[in-house]
């Protein structure tokens, strides 16, 4: 028998962006709801008229349910079971599960009809993010399903919402093994091999949304003097190495960071590599080093802005960085230069780009324009999905 879920109501109108297949209900948007709903139950949304809308998770906030469905459905193991599967088959039609790839990410939130939910497998473990209390509360199901999807040979479940889950609902959140334990934690992308540290690391403990920029920045290395700033794991790093670069000199300020970097360059290329990783701030290296160093550089630095208030700041942020880069770069070299804050549309950060070139009036030509991979799709009815910007850029 099909379970009854609470009722959220919505005010006269307000059913207009879920029947756009827009995936949340904003707080603003409720006429009334029972007072016995609680923070990450499963709710069925109705219009002002009665008509059900879908069901979602709840949440205390400004966007107040994600939605899961927009039909009465069940939220159950089998529901998990079927968008996971859904997930793992698009993966599988993008061609991301090989001998010499294992890495990649099954379920990217909104985009995968999951919203509030990141799963990365490196292998034959699953890091599971939840990013709203619906999802920590299904994370068991998550992780049943996880480990029964045919083919995907997940044997590991690693739950990981310390950083995740909004502060202020008292979640209890974890981060351990659901199921399963650690097996080792090297991963393969592109024939790569890479210590993923998801106990200690950032975020799952790898940036798997770079794959296909590393792979065209391997295509742009032979013979070139790379320096690959905030190189967190040093992804660009192995990558400009395998393709030929004369020497690759790697920073991040985290000691951390450049400790898996390096091990990352052993793993691959022994102890041999040209390369050198240097633990210090980015814009101390770029003020201390020498003119025409380096004829390939790429500058991946964490999101400037984490909401909507910190834009204007983060836009200088983003000009400072890449006008330093830029006027200390030979003529003919290249610049990869990303953006990974949502908050930032293409054309705000092909904005502060431009300043910076303006500012150190050099000629610059745009090459590619790159965004995330196919493994984070963004679902049309959610343009907020699309978060990753970068650009190649030709400098002289
Ligand atoms: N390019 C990486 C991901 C970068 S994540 C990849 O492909 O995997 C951003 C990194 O910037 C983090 O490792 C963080 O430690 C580092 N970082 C943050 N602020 C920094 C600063 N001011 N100077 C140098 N590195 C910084």
């Known amino acids: 028998m099909k379970k009854e879920y609470s009722k959220i109501q919505l005010r006269r109108g307000k059913e207009e962006s879920l029947k756009r297949f827009h995936p949340w209900v904003f707080s603003g948007a409720i006429e009334k709801m029972p007072d016995t709903v609680e923070e990450g139950d499963v709710v069925e949304v109705v219009s002002h008229t009665g008509e059900t809308l879908g069901v979602g998770h709840f949440q205390i906030g400004s966007i107040a349910v994600r939605m899961l469905s927009d039909r009465a459905i069940d939220v159950n193991g089998d529901f998990y079971a079927s968008r996971l599967g859904e997930a793992f088959g698009l993966r599988r039609a993008l061609g991301l599960i090989r001998d010499d790839n294992n890495a990649y990410r099954l379920v990217h939130g909104e985009g995968d009809f999951l919203p509030g939910l990141i799963v990365d497998v490196y292998g034959t473990t699953a890091v599971v993010q939840a990013h709203s209390p619906g999802m920590h509360f299904a994370r068991n199901l998550i992780a049943d399903a996880l480990v029964k999807l045919p083919d995907a040979?997940?044997?590991?479940v690693y739950y990981k919402s310390e950083t995740t889950l909004p502060y202020k609902a008292s979640l209890d959140p974890q981060n351990d093994y659901i199921i399963g334990s650690f097996d080792g934690n090297v991963a393969v992308e592109n024939g790569l091999k890479f210590h993923v540290d998801w106990l200690k690391g950032q975020k799952t403990g790898f940036f798997v949304d770079q794959r296909d920029n590393r792979r065209l920045l391997q295509s742009y290395s032979?013979?070139?003097?790379?320096?690959?700033?905030?190189?967190?794991t040093g992804g660009f790093s192995v990558y400009a190495l395998n393709g030929g670069a004369r020497k690759v000199d790697s920073v991040d300020s985290s000691a951390k960071a450049i400790a898996l970097t390096e091990a990352n360059v052993k793993l691959n290329f022994g102890e041999e590599a040209q390369h050198k990783a240097w633990?210090?701030?980015a814009f101390k290296f770029l003020a201390d080093m020498p003119q025409d160093a380096y004829d390939l550089v790429v500058l991946d630095p964490p999101a400037f802005a984490k909401?909507?208030?910190?834009?204007?700041?983060?836009?200088?942020?983003?000009?400072?960085?890449?006008?330093?880069?830029?006027?200390?770069?030979?003529?003919?070299?290249?610049?990869?230069?990303?953006?990974?804050?949502?908050?930032?549309?293409?054309?705000?950060?092909?904005?502060?780009?431009?300043?910076?070139?303006a500012q150190t009036?050099?000629?610059?030509?745009?090459?590619?324009?790159?965004?995330?991979?196919?493994?984070?799709?963004?679902?049309i009815y959610h343009p907020e999905g699309e978060y990753l910007k970068g650009l190649i850029l030709y400098i002289e």
């Open 307 to 357: 909401h909507r208030g910190a834009i204007k700041n983060a836009l200088r942020g983003y000009q400072r960085l890449n006008a330093k880069a830029m006027e200390k770069m030979p003529k003919g070299s290249i610049l990869f230069t990303f953006s990974c804050s949502q908050a930032i549309t293409k054309e705000q950060f092909r904005l502060a780009v431009f300043s910076a070139a």
């Open 361 to 379: 009036g050099r000629r610059v030509r745009i090459l590619h324009q790159l965004t995330q991979p196919a493994d984070h799709p963004v679902n």
């Open 222 to 232: 032979a013979g070139r003097r790379v320096l690959n700033m905030f190189c967190y």
């Open 153 to 156: 040979g997940i044997k590991n």
């Open 279 to 281: 633990a210090v701030d």
